[in-house]
């Protein structure tokens, strides 16, 4: 069973190397600052513990950061493939998005365009939304300045980082 499964995962996070320990929280989300911040903070006593630091942890992110995140993100509605734990993570949070061809073209046309306005890919927290909700959620963002989505897509990224973080300390 991969380590960070296991159900003893703050155990073997508060006990790992540091680079071992950064490489833990990579699936929640590939962003060296706060992989580092957080595991410079060890120990935790508890996961709450954890997960509220790492709520607050490297704050503002910078846009290089969210795009170098972002960079293997696939876009929503695509099937993710690949056998890593981030790769498992998205398809259980795409997992209920049930797409029919109709939605299937229209969040790709919504894809394609938030792409070619903002240069990086749409990012929302899927998990618990319908593909309706998604869909009306990328045409409300793609109304945004740039700015005011920067922060959409910092504040997404951080929102989907820790519902990961909570899902390996609660498999």
Do not use: K
């Amino acid at each position: 069973m991969d380590a960070v499964s296991r159900p003893d995962f703050l155990e073997e996070f508060n006990r790992a190397p540091f680079a071992r320990a950064e490489e833990m929280l990579r699936p929640c989300v590939d962003l060296p600052r706060w992989t580092s911040e957080i595991s410079f903070a060890r120990p935790f006593g508890t996961g709450a513990e954890l997960v509220s630091f790492a709520e607050l942890a490297a704050p503002d992110w910078t846009e290089t950061e969210i795009d170098a995140a972002l960079a293997r993100h696939p876009r929503i509605g695509e099937r993710v493939s690949g056998t890593g734990r981030a790769a498992q993570l998205s398809r259980g949070e795409q997992s209920g998005i049930a797409l029919s061809s109709g939605i299937q073209q229209q969040l790709e046309e919504g894809n394609r365009r938030y792409e070619e306005r903002f240069g990086r890919v749409f990012l929302i927290r899927a998990a618990g939304r319908s593909a309706e909700e998604v869909l009306a959620v990328l045409s409300e963002r793609l109304e945004n300045t740039g700015e005011a989505e920067l922060a959409a897509t910092a504040a997404a990224l951080r929102e989907i980082a820790i519902l990961r973080l909570e899902g390996l300390l609660n498999p």
